[in-house]
């Protein structure tokens, strides 16, 4: 079993900044791919962001590129989210989530085992 516990969301206006983080613990692996997922209100979760076992790949979902950046320490088992230039839209409960998947990305959330309880980030207009 592992473990995932998102932190770093709260309220900010348009054009602000978030980081959010997230902490692996139990069986961990440094070979799981790692990813953000959002749900905005009335609205089915999304994939936002992943980042590969190694870190050597990452992807984003479109509306998020240029704006958001996912990383990750495998020596601390975290990994990051860094919102920069929030939108209202961006609203949405944010999601931790893992794969055991060795040096790629995926953006389907049937492949991803474990999940985090979940962070609400609010951006106000």
């Known amino acids: 079993q592992v473990q995932l516990v998102e932190s770093g969301g709260g309220l900010v206006q348009a054009g602000g900044s978030l980081r959010l983080s997230c902490v692996a613990s139990g069986r961990t692996d440094n070979r799981y791919a790692m990813a953000w997922f959002r749900r905005a209100p009335g609205k089915e979760r999304e994939f936002v962001a992943a980042?590969?076992?190694?870190?050597?790949?990452?992807d984003y979902t479109t509306s998020v590129e240029g704006r958001f950046t996912i990383s990750r320490d495998n020596a601390k088992n975290t990994v990051d989210l860094q919102m920069n230039s929030l939108k209202p839209e961006d609203t949405a409960v944010y999601y931790c989530?893992?794969?055991?998947?060795?040096?790629?990305?995926?953006?389907?959330?049937?492949?991803?085992?474990?999940w985090g309880q979940g962070t609400q980030v609010t951006v106000s207009s």
């Open positions: 980042i590969s076992s190694g870190g050597g790949f990452t």
């Open positions: 989530a893992t794969a055991v998947i060795l040096g790629a990305t995926v953006r389907a959330s049937s492949l991803y085992n474990y």
